[in-house]
């Protein structure tokens, strides 16, 4: 019989605790986002979808070795010594083409560590966080075409 009214003390305690909690938050004011009209302000070095500037990647490989699940795709044939395929940005002489380079962000872990080895820096994360579409194969972001030259 002790045991009894000891568990019913338990039941109401252990109600009124979540009262208590319910209770504080009544009275405070809802932090609610419209979501669509609204959005959240993310801090300066927020990691979002990634962005290759074309034109300045050399074809190194590197950005897609340091991927940890692969979702980096690069083709980059090398290029005969006759042909000048230019420099980048920042002076550096280009030796490949980059027929393909892919990027799967269905896979991506978005930890930035593909952003980091880049020599020409043309690989950065974007504040862009918000990327929803219909269909999954509109993720696989394509930076350079098959079969261009430049």
């Known amino acids: 019989m002790r045991e009894y009214f000891r568990n019913v003390f338990v039941a109401v305690w252990t109600v009124l605790v979540g ?5 504080r938050h009544l009275w405070s004011r809802p932090i609610t ?3 669509p009209h609204e959005k959240l302000d993310y801090p300066e ?4 979808m990634l962005f290759c500037k074309i034109e ?3 074809g ?4 897609a070795r340091a991927c940890p699940v692969d979702c980096i795709f690069i083709d980059a044939p090398k290029a005969p010594k006759e042909v000048d395929l230019g420099v980048t940005s920042d002076g550096t002489k280009k030796k490949l083409f980059v027929t393909q380079f892919d990027i799967d962000m269905t896979l991506c ?3 930035g560590l593909c952003t980091e080895p880049c020599p020409t820096e043309c690989l950065i994360m974007t504040d862009a ?3 929803t579409v219909y269909d999954r194969s509109d993720l696989l972001l394509r ?4 079969g261009v030259s430049y």
């Not at 009262?19 to 209770?23: C, D, E, G, Q, S």
């Not at 070095?45 to 979002?48: E, M, S, V």
Request: proline share 0%; hydrophobic share 30%; aromatic share 18%.
């Open 129 to 131: 966080y918000e990327e």
């Open 45 to 48: 070095r927020t990691r979002g």
């Open 19 to 23: 009262m208590k909690v319910t209770w």
């Open 143 to 146: 930076f350079a075409k098959k």
């Open 33 to 35: 986002l419209q979501y």
């Open 60 to 63: 190194c490989l590197q950005c």
């Open 109 to 111: 872990c978005y930890c």
């Open 56 to 58: 300045d990647c050399i």
